[in-house]
């Protein structure tokens, strides 16, 4: 069997052409794994975004509970003044020497 310089040609771009369809393969496979791998960072970044807004919102309103307490607020139904001092007992102690000196 004699191979001319034209099929060796073709043979040599035919093994390059499959093995750059192989690659092509491995590369798409290997880039949709990390697509979903990027989605799951995403998602739990967002997670983590919302539960540091729950915080800062809680811490706002601790923030306005102290300020409340500091400042003698209470209210006429006596519900959230005790919660309040249930929440920040040190702070509620405080509090009541002050008016007790006063």
């Keep these: 069997m004699t191979w001319t310089l034209r099929k060796k040609i073709f043979i040599g771009y035919g093994i390059t052409l499959v093995l750059m ?6 590369a798409f ?5 990390l697509g979903k791998a ?7 970044n ?3 975004i919302l539960a540091a ?3 800062v919102y809680a811490l706002e309103r ?16 006596g519900s959230s ?10 702070v509620g102690q405080g509090q009541r020497q002050h008016h007790r000196r006063g």
């Design 21 to 26: 369809g192989l690659i092509l393969v491995w």
């Design 29 to 33: 496979l290997h880039l949709w794994d």
């Design 38 to 44: 990027s989605e799951a960072i995403l998602r739990e």
């Design 46 to 48: 967002y997670r983590s």
């Design 53 to 55: 807004e729950n915080m």
């Design 62 to 77: 601790q923030d306005s509970a102290v300020l409340l307490i500091l400042l003698g607020y209470e209210p006429k139904d």
């Design 81 to 90: 003044s005790g919660r309040m001092k249930a929440i920040f007992p040190v």
